[in-house]
């Protein structure tokens, strides 16, 4: 408690949102708009073999064939992609840091100020980060200590120099470039992101963990993300993101590939904390990802965990592909909303191995004006043989001004498989709140630890020190959504 | 401790308590008496700070302080405590969160400092040994699933974690078994102190007979209509509420 409201009160004095800030650096910026020429410069800057530029130029051309997407319930104006920049790299000497040495000491500091410090011996323990700031990955750490794993961790760009072979060999291979709008989108501009691979048999020394900070301003982030983990491999990752409070709404259009082979197992936790915008919902980031892991291989795993705060829209659905026979595909969801927050999140588990198992528990807490909407498939194929799935939706509605909905999809074509689905929906009660005021916390202690109670079962699926971050946000979020 | 003076309060707009008067000094033990529909809970509510409970007259000192200008939260942090009725469950917070979370919040106002988890376990273990408690209800979620005797055993035990000056028991005995009653009524006895003091609201004279009162008041039309000592109690239990609710009625 003391730390929660310890955290509150600074962020009180921050304006409500504490990583609001923006560091002013000088950046190499690419012209304003989108076109083939943006394209090749983004290509040309990185360096990229000639493959890959094509696969982004076919990836762009497709993109202006395809249209917006309709069916979500998330409200906005229409994106005015030309009236946006599409490569914003902080100005380095060189050819970018080779070591943390090298990097620019106001990156550092801006990674200290979010709590993300860089050098190495003030890191949590056994966490590796790899920062990426705009367009371009900073900095990794650990390197050293996971090379001897023989695991990979480093930004997409230099795996794309370091690694072509598996690059080319996974990349788009779970979310091919035609998969949907702002996929098609990120595969034509994508920046920078995180490569990561652990080699058979390795179970990674440590938590991998990328920070995503959006800071220029009109700039989309387009980060892409691949990580492969071998047969019998294991690897926890952890994602957290922040950006500067601005007016206008930011586009953050991310792509998440996992693949997992034989026995091995993924979990991917994610903080998304964006910029929300401000209570009249003004300004704020458009946080449309697309996350999908495939489990190739048998007795594969892949977990998500997400807790999303931020964003004025979240629109995302973290997927497992079970195509493996005893793969598991698990979600675990909180997504919380308040003021004129809209959040569009949900899950899709498509079985196509024999007796494949996945398990979704999703939490939505609405407040103030905000709108929150689960939205998940379940797909059974036919030679899905004794299939199971269990869902669980809960949602939590803070006042009267809020909404929650739940969309299950399910699609069963193999008659013995099992599929359950429970839905929840409740109200923060008068009840709960005085009973807690009267043993003496104040009304948003009070619904923070209510709301903290409801996403236990999801918290719990944290590892520890997300977890204590993610409980600070809760309460973070809420504040001003009551009394 | 605690003075009401003319205490007048509505509830949707329908007054209930149309003048209290008591006066409650600290190591003393009160009982409030009534029928069903007397205002007994109204007037917990009311000192608690419920929301939706007006007071439309008169006022509430507490240790010399106007009581009724303060939140609940500033209520419990100067020494007020209410065990519940129906004590509320909250689903996936461990009774431990919930109980450290309560006493900081409750020092911090104070000006106490905070209790580290190490100085909060041993807290703890001090109150459960106190009151004869196992410590099996520490991690279970708050009030989910006790039963009936363990909710109100459950508020006891944050009575003890607390501290509090005054507390006032709404109907601590409704839904106990004898057994039940006895352990709960052992557990607040123990926690009496001469600085604190006990306001007990029953409809039934049993728990008196374990939580032993000085003063008993009968509370029927939402007046004090006669107080005594602790024999008016045992009147009551043989003659009943008729000749108040009668008078009231008038």
């Keep these: 408690m003391a730390a929660r409201v310890e955290t509150v009160e600074q962020v009180r004095a921050l304006d409500k949102y504490k990583y609001g800030f923006v560091t002013d650096i000088e950046a190499e910026t690419a012209p304003k708009g989108l076109n083939e020429d943006i394209i090749r410069f983004i290509s040309a800057k990185k360096a990229e073999p000639e493959w890959l530029l094509e696969w982004r130029l076919k990836a762009y051309r497709h993109w202006l064939s395809m249209p917006e997407p309709t069916w979500q319930k998330v409200q906005f104006p229409a994106l005015d992609y030309q009236d946006a920049y599409y490569y914003s790299a902080p100005k380095s000497p060189a050819d970018g840091p080779k070591s943390l040495d090298e990097v620019d000491p106001k990156l550092l500091e801006t990674y200290e100020k979010l709590g993300i410090p860089l050098s190495e011996q003030k890191l949590l323990a056994g966490v590796a980060v790899d920062a990426v700031f705009d367009s371009v990955s900073v900095a990794t750490t650990y390197k050293k200590t996971l090379n001897e794993a023989g695991v990979i961790f480093c930004s997409i760009s230099e795996a794309v120099r370091n690694h072509p072979e598996l690059v080319k060999k996974y990349l788009g291979s779970v979310v091919p470039y035609g998969d949907n709008k702002h996929a098609c989108l990120n595969s034509a501009v994508f920046t920078d992101g995180s490569f990561v691979y652990i080699p058979k048999g390795v179970r990674c020394p440590m938590e991998l963990s990328t920070y995503f900070r959006i800071n220029a301003q009109n700039t989309g982030q387009f980060e892409r993300t691949l990580i492969i983990a071998d047969a019998g491999s294991y690897v926890s990752y952890l994602e957290g993101c922040t950006a500067p409070q601005r007016d206008e709404n930011q586009l953050h259009a991310a792509v998440v590939e996992l693949i997992a082979l034989d026995d091995a197992e993924i979990k991917y936790s994610t903080v998304q904390n964006w910029y929300p915008g401000d209570e009249e919902g003004k300004g704020g980031i458009y946080n449309f990802v697309t996350k999908r892991g495939a489990c190739r291989g048998r007795n594969s795993k892949i977990s998500w965990t997400q807790v999303e705060t931020g964003s004025a829209i979240t629109w995302k659905y973290p997927s497992c592909i079970l195509q493996g026979d005893n793969s598991v595909g698990e979600f675990y969801s909180i997504a919380i909303t308040n003021n004129f927050q809209q959040a569009d999140t949900g899950t899709k588990m498509i079985h196509l191995g024999k007796n494949t198992r996945s398990r979704i528990i999703a939490k939505g807490i609405s407040a103030g004006k905000s709108d929150s909407t689960y939205r998940g498939l379940v797909r059974i194929g036919a030679k899905a043989e004794g299939a199971r799935n269990f869902t669980q939706c809960d949602s939590l509605l803070i006042g009267d001004k809020c909404g929650a909905h739940t969309v299950p999809y399910i699609e069963n074509k193999n008659r013995r498989a099992i599929v359950e689905h429970e839905a929840t929906t409740s109200r923060i009660s008068e009840d709960q709140l005085f009973y807690c005021r009267q043993r003496g916390l104040s009304e948003e202690d009070a619904v923070a630890l209510v709301v903290n109670g409801f996403c236990r079962e999801v918290m719990q699926q944290l590892p520890m020190e997300f977890a204590v971050e993610a409980q600070k946000l809760v309460g973070i979020s809420l504040e001003g959504s009551v009394g | ?250």
Aim: hydrophobic share 40%; charged share 30%; no cysteine.
């Design chain 2, 1 to 250: 401790m605690l003075e009401i003076k003319n205490l007048h309060a509505t509830v949707d707009g329908k007054a209930i308590l149309k003048g209290i008067d008591l006066t409650v000094k600290a190591g003393e033990v009160h009982a409030i008496m009534g029928p069903n529909g007397s205002g007994k809970s109204t007037l917990s509510y009311v000192l608690a700070g419920r929301e939706g409970y007006e007071v439309t007259e008169g006022e509430v000192l507490f240790k010399g302080k106007n009581l009724l200008e303060m939140e609940p939260e500033e209520r419990a942090g100067e020494g007020v405590f209410l065990a519940f009725q129906y004590p509320v469950e909250i689903p996936g917070v461990p009774n431990t969160t919930f109980l450290k979370e309560a006493l900081n919040s409750v020092r911090r106002y104070r000006g106490e400092g905070e209790l580290d988890a190490m100085q909060f376990v041993k807290l703890v273990r001090e109150k459960t040994k106190l009151l004869n408690m196992g410590d099996e209800m520490l991690k279970r979620p708050v009030n989910v699933g006790f039963s009936g005797g363990e909710k109100k055993r459950n508020e006891a035990l944050q009575m003890a974690v607390l501290e509090p000056s005054l507390a006032v028991l709404d109907e601590t005995d409704s839904g106990l078994d004898i057994d039940a009653l006895k352990t709960v009524a052992d557990a607040v006895n123990r926690l009496r102190r001469p600085d604190n003091a006990l306001l007990v609201i029953t409809h039934y004279q049993r728990l008196l007979d374990y939580i032993v009162p000085d003063h008993v008041h009968v509370l029927a039309g939402g007046r004090i209509q006669k107080s005594g000592g602790k024999e008016l109690a045992e009147e009551l239990e043989k003659t009943g509420y008729a000749e108040f609710t009668a008078g009231a009625a008038a």
